[in-house]
């Protein structure tokens, strides 16, 4: 009996196929500890005729089944669960490849720890998007709930057979999409042990260079029956509470989101108000509270105008600028997108408030591109408005989430600048707000830029934002309009440069260096001589 049967779906993935096949052909655990089960499902392409020449080199070790096109990944999967003999499975995409002590080292780790399911370290190839932060916890037994692990539940992984015997796991063959997330989801439920390995590359993800891969090349309605699919199974064998919550989350958060990217304004208006109706189910079923409060703001605004009598609004919100104007109000913090307070949208301002979960980016959208001003006397002063909406004066009216102070990020070696030196925190820094009406402010932040001079000649360093929200506090990048702004300042023979620009991101770069006695001598003769 092998050790690993590991199942490979296959439909028109040559070239990929070959090194696929390669990865799984020459792993350290050996030949006689591992079978290969590939299931050609009605290739067209020569895959299938690729595979029958592996199976005639690797007579004891690769296993080949041809049947029709079945239209998905599931049935072949399916008819390799029911040939496989070894102690565990391995499912792996045929357009991707392992890492050559993947096999050996997942064995080890199941032996080890006696688990059911154990994760690898996952690698996105070419752009293919994966989860990075599931092997950011990783141990012998990682609780599938209070973990990334819900973020990670495609089948890439290996999974103990009597596991997969016992509940009779197998993967919905009418699901063209995402059906190998039920059978994980399960596993990983009714897994007595989950081991999440993340020291070393297991498996390389590959994105095909003619998003042919069929995550790329199916529509919104299709995904979304599929998506429901998945989150009423999953309901299905959790209660409602935390756990399910925690498991759904990911959808939300992932699939669902990604229907309502800007593509979703190029459908006809027929099928946005059909996917609008097909994910307000959803919502009215599984959007609990926890969800809502969890979900980044942005993420949660979809769900929320995703109805069809919303979807005026979505549009908008989908196609509009991602700068809204950021309102304070007795501690607690609001961005008016679109429907914030309009009272014949009739939605609940919980819907707009920057929680503490998904403060830092809705934050930093809600910071407008910072006026820059540069002074004689050494002075940097960035301006940018901020929205209350009650009265107040000065900064006291932001207690409990006023900026502190700034933070200076880097610095980035420049000619003259230890790269192994700290950073130097400007001196003196002021943050302060300053009234314009009842409902507006404008917080200046002014940086005595002669101390960064002396600290390090020639570094840049990043300008963020340092705002307490609650008592939680949080670093965001200042921005500032695209260009650059020059001064010098001298003080009897010595004198410095300051250069505050916008990167490619917009956000704020500053950079102080010295002016060299000589070039303060050719500055002054020119300034004399009029050129």
């Known amino acids: 009996m092998p050790d690993v049967s590991v199942i490979v779906a296959v439909y028109n993935t040559m070239p990929y196929l070959v090194k696929c096949l390669e990865s799984l052909l020459t792993q350290s655990i050996g030949a006689d500890r591992i079978e290969v089960v590939a299931v050609d499902d009605g290739s067209t392409d020569g895959s299938g005729e690729e595979l029958d020449r592996y199976a005639e080199r690797y007579p004891g070790t690769v296993r080949v089944l041809h049947q029709a096109n079945s239209g998905g990944p599931a049935a072949p999967s399916n008819l390799g669960l029911e040939h496989a003999r070894g102690r565990y499975v391995f499912f792996i995409g045929a357009d991707d490849c392992l890492g050559p002590e993947a096999l050996e080292r997942m064995v080890a780790a199941a032996d080890a720890n006696e688990a059911d399911v154990v994760a690898g370290k996952m690698v996105g190839v070419n752009g293919k998007g994966v989860s990075k932060q599931a092997f950011a916890q990783t141990g012998p037994d990682i609780d599938f709930y209070d973990s990334k692990l819900p973020w990670a539940v495609s089948n890439t992984k290996l999974f103990r057979r009597d596991l997969v015997e016992k509940y009779s796991l197998r993967y919905p063959v ?222 006291d009216s932001f207690a409990g989430f006023a900026a502190a102070a700034v933070r200076l990020t880097g610095p980035v070696p420049g000619p003259a600048c230890d790269p192994e030196a700290p950073a130097a925190a400007p001196q003196p820094v002021a943050v302060a707000f300053e009234p314009l009406d009842g409902t507006r402010s404008t917080a200046r932040v002014t940086v005595d830029y002669r101390a960064l001079a002396a600290a390090a000649d020639g570094a840049e360093w990043s300008l963020r934002l340092r705002l307490d929200l609650r008592g939680h506090l949080y670093d965001l990048p200042l921005t500032v309009p695209a260009g650059t702004w020059a001064h010098g300042v001298r003080k009897g023979l010595r004198g410095w440069k300051l250069r505050v620009r916008a990167d490619k991101r917009g956000r704020a770069v500053l950079s102080v260096g010295r002016v060299s006695t000589a070039g303060l001598v050719r500055g002054r003769l020119k300034r004399m001589l009029g050129r």
């Not at 989150?231 to 309502?260: C, I, Q, S, W, Y």
């Open 174 to 395: 009418d699901m063209r999409f995402g059906s190998d997330q039920p059978f994980t989801i399960e596993a990983m439920i009714r897994a007595r042990r989950i081991t999440v390995l993340g020291d070393y590359d297991y498996y390389y993800a590959i994105r095909r260079d003619d998003d042919s891969n069929i995550t790329y090349s199916i529509d919104h309605l299709q995904r979304l029956a599929c998506m429901a699919r998945i989150m009423h199974f999953t309901a299905g064998l959790l209660e409602p509470g935390p756990k399910r919550d925690a498991v759904l989350m990911r959808h939300f958060h992932v699939e669902l989101f990604n229907l309502l990217q800007a593509d979703f304004l190029d459908l006809d208006a027929t099928v946005q108000a059909q996917v609008c109706e097909g994910l307000a189910e959803l919502a009215d079923a599984y959007f609990t509270d926890a969800i809502r409060d969890r979900l980044a703001l942005a993420k949660r605004l979809r769900v929320v105008l995703a109805r069809p009598e919303r979807l005026p609004l979505l549009r908008q919100f989908i196609a509009g600028p991602d700068r809204p104007s950021f309102h304070f109000d007795a501690g607690r913090a609001w961005c008016d997108y679109p429907g914030y307070r309009d009272r014949l949208a009739g939605l609940d301002d919980r819907n707009y408030e920057i929680t503490e979960e998904t403060v830092t980016g809705r934050l930093a959208a809600a910071l407008r591109p910072a006026a820059v001003k540069l002074s004689p006397e050494g002075k940097l002063t960035l301006s940018f408005p901020i929205t209350a909406t009650a009265p107040f004066t000065g900064a």
